[in-house]
């Protein structure tokens, strides 16, 4: 994972008001098998990193998208409304305890693009039910 995802992944792990409600169930990418809901899944779309013909300059641009799994609706309105509070906007460093040498990513913006509910449903032990996902995408510019 890149230095934006971990700095993503510690700032939602640190936020009370999605942990309250998901509490440790926070992945990247995808679901695991039979999760308990709610849930939080979040991916990095793309990571640009603008270059000249021998080094990198300015910022990074990383597109990422959060997606909360729930079984109610409220729920799911409550979860992604977590979300976009905890990055947008968001102007910070976050420092990822953990890595050696302590590695601290510089988050100079972070912008709400948008958000979607996508139905899905979920056949469990023969019985369909309905999950309630909602979508946020959000632009990281990092360095």
């Known amino acids: 994972m890149s230095g934006i995802i ?3 992944n510690f700032k939602l792990k640190a936020t009370s008001d999605i942990t309250d409600v998901v509490s440790t ?5 995808v679901l695991p098998q039979n999760p308990t809901y709610p849930a939080l899944t979040f991916q990095e ?9 021998d080094l ?3 910022p990074a641009r990383a597109r990422i998208q959060f997606d909360v799994w729930t079984e109610s609706k409220s729920e799911s309105e409550t979860l992604i409304e977590a979300v976009i509070d905890t ?4 102007r910070g460093s976050v420092a990822l305890t953990g890595t050696s040498p302590l590695e601290t990513v510089y988050i100079d913006a972070a912008i709400f693009e948008g958000m979607t509910e996508i139905p899905f449903e979920y056949e469990s032990e023969t019985i369909l039910q309905e999950l309630f996902r909602k979508s946020a995408d959000f632009t990281f510019w990092y360095r």
């Open 6 to 8: 971990h700095a993503v």
């Open 87 to 90: 990055f947008a906007p968001y």
């Open 25 to 29: 169930r926070i992945w990247y990418k």
């Open 45 to 53: 779309i793309d990571d640009l990193r603008y270059q000249t013909h």
């Open 56 to 58: 990198y300059v300015g």
